[in-house]
């Protein structure tokens, strides 16, 4: 079985949170730990690798909070 990857990003780790609670009903699961990227005009952005088992091989998206 094929495995699909994306990488969730949000502006808080509140919105990360929700967002991956979303993901995760469909069937997606966290693949290691949050990320958070220290960006210089924009603050941080808080990241989440997640994947999926999938049949069809359709590439995955980035999700973005």
């Known amino acids: 079985m ?3 990857y ?3 990003t949000a502006a808080s780790a509140n919105d990360l949170e929700l ?3 979303e ?3 469909d069937g ?3 693949q ?3 990320s958070i990227a220290m960006l210089t005009e924009s603050g941080r952005e808080f990241c ?3 994947v999926k088992d999938v049949t069809d091989g359709k590439t995955a998206q980035l999700y973005s909070g």
């Open 2 to 4: 094929k495995k699909e």
């Open 6 to 8: 994306t990488i969730i």
């Open 19 to 21: 967002s991956v609670n």
């Open 23 to 25: 993901r995760l009903k």
């Open 28 to 30: 997606w699961e966290c």
């Open 32 to 34: 290691g730990g949050i």
């Open 48 to 50: 989440q690798a997640m």
